[in-house]
């Protein structure tokens, strides 16, 4: 050991389940810098003599059997960084804690024995990160709010922690405050006084009601709260926070409004609400508009949107899914001229989308997915000029695409999935000139494909599976140039066209389970000429 402890002098790392001491010796590495100890199972007791590691400035002991640190520990006045972990016998820290006054960052994590901190932790005033974990902690002692460097604080997974003090007002300097899976039913009405506060995330706790003093966090920029049981209701006071920008509500089972003050939250650029149980959104969400991302998911009980939404005129991304209840979409939904991003999926019983999307002339993704009674697509979908992905997943009941889709001529990528009822696809197909990526897939009552496919001279990726009705290939299919993936699975396909011999550009061709498919053209050989070909096919010998 004594061998171990001379050689490093700035930094030194133990990792041994079979030590059972540290020598006294170790106090003197007066330069050691950086002293790591981790699983020293047998370690019970560290030696006095740490304290005199006057240049130390980074301690870290983790899977260590030690029950107590050492009186000492405070008189390293040049440690920053101090991190216990998993060290399950350890009961308490000294109360010397106090002298580290160059201390910026204490963690604790996986310390169950560990149930309160002392008093002295106050007396921390370099102290900017402060993070609790998995910790037995019952309380925080008052002096918590005597931290006036503190930025952040999180606490996560101190399961019988029920109360934060009402010093905690005192932080003045505090930026991030995170909760987590915590027992804490109440937040102190002081928590309005962390006035450089950025960040707060209420993540599975108990708190039945937010203090109305949370209107007072004028620098708070994101705001998450999430699987909170009791939670029923957001204050009035919200609208006071004039710089969030970000708000999400995820798995609050009983928040059932929100307030029309939300409105009033004219910075705001991300809403996301998920799996909560309001019935309606208020009026006042039209008012939102620096709102650029919003996400309303597993809303179960949701059955319209307000007709005010059309004044989100910054919005640029809207994402609706599992909305069972949703029948219809505003009017005003065409109002969203910036918007680049619509995604509705599992949204069962929207029946149409109105014509007024046509109006999006900015939008570039739309992705429609488990709308199992959408049986139409307005004309107006031609109207997207800007599109560039369109996806129509599990769509059962739409019949057919509007052969206004051949105006989407920035469309370069069509995914059509699980269209049970589709069987041909508009001849205007063709028109759609800047396509690189075809995907048809259990499309099973598709039984032809357009001649006017081979128009499509910018496409690289044409996937066909589970077409069992496609018997035909159109002759056109050789002037795809551009072509280089071409995929072929579960087809009814009898016989492939000559002209597929023309595709110089191809690179993959896999052919699989296409049981009609007898033979290949002679043609076909004249791909072999390109090295990188990959050839997969499940056709006999």
Request: aromatic share 2%.
């Amino acid at each position: 050991m004594a061998s171990v402890v001379g050689f490093a002098l700035q930094r030194e790392i133990l990792h041994s389940r079979q030590l059972k001491t540290l020598p006294d010796t170790i106090g003197s590495l007066t330069n050691l810098e950086s002293l790591v100890l981790h699983f020293l199972d047998e370690v019970m007791i560290l030696p006095e003599t740490l304290g005199n590691l006057h240049s130390l400035q980074k301690l870290e002991l983790g899977h260590c059997g030690i029950k107590c640190l050492p009186e000492s520990l405070g008189w390293l006045s040049c440690l920053t960084h101090l991190k216990i972990a998993s060290c399950y016998e350890l009961e308490s820290l000294p109360d010397t804690i106090g002298g580290l006054s160059n201390l910026e960052s204490l963690v604790l994590q996986h310390l169950n024995k560990l149930m309160t901190l002392p008093e002295a932790l106050g007396n921390l005033h370099s102290l900017q990160k402060l993070e609790l974990w998995h910790c037995g902690t019952r309380s925080l002692p008052e002096g918590l709010g005597w931290l006036s460097c503190l930025t952040h604080l999180e606490i996560t997974d101190c399961g019988e922690l029920k109360v934060l003090p009402d010093t905690v007002g005192g932080l003045s300097n505090l930026k991030s405050l995170v909760l987590q899976h915590c027992k804490l039913m109440t937040l102190p009405e002081t928590l309005g006084n962390l006035q450089s506060l950025q960040k707060l995330e209420l993540l599975h706790c108990r708190i039945g009601s937010l203090p109305e003093s949370l209107g007072w966090l004028s620098c708070l920029t994101h705001l998450k709260i999430a699987y909170s049981d009791e939670l029923k209701t957001l204050p009035d006071t919200i609208l006071g926070l004039s710089n969030l920008e970000s708000l999400v509500l995820k798995h609050l089972d009983k928040l059932m409004t929100l307030p029309e003050a939300l409105g009033n939250l004219h910075s705001l650029q991300k809403l996301k609400r998920v799996d909560c149980e309001i019935e309606s959104l208020p009026e006042g969400l039209g008012r939102l508009t620096g709102l650029k991302r919003l996400k309303i998911k597993q809303c179960g009980n949701l059955k319209t949107l307000p007709d005010t939404i059309g004044g989100l005129f910054n919005l640029e991304s809207l994402v609706l899914q599992h909305l069972d209840k949703l029948m219809t979409l505003p009017e005003a939904i065409g109002n969203l001229h910036p918007l680049q991003k619509l995604e509705l999926v599992h949204s069962g019983n929207l029946k149409t989308l109105p014509d007024t999307i046509g109006d999006l002339f900015n939008l570039e993704s739309l992705v429609l997915q488990h709308l199992h009674k959408l049986m139409t697509l307005p004309e107006a979908l031609g109207n997207l000029h800007s599109l560039q992905k369109l996806e129509l997943v599990h769509c059962g009941n739409l019949k057919t695409l509007p052969d206004t889709i051949g105006g989407l001529f920035n469309l370069e990528s069509l995914v059509l999935q699980h269209l049970d009822k589709l069987m041909t696809l508009p001849e205007a197909l063709g028109n759609l000139h800047s396509l690189q990526k075809l995907e048809l897939v259990h499309c099973g009552n598709l039984k032809t494909l357009p001649d006017t496919i081979g128009g499509l001279f910018n496409l690289e990726s044409l996937v066909l599976q589970h077409l069992d009705k496609l018997m035909t290939f159109p002759e056109a299919l050789g002037n795809l140039h551009s072509l280089l993936k071409l995929e072929l699975a579960h087809c009814g396909i009898k016989s492939l066209p000559g002209s597929i011999g023309w595709l110089s550009c191809l690179t993959y061709l896999k052919i699989r389970s296409c049981d009609e498919l007898k033979t290949l053209p002679d043609t076909i050989g004249s791909l072999s000429n390109s090295s990188r070909s990959t050839w997969k096919s499940s056709l006999p010998p």
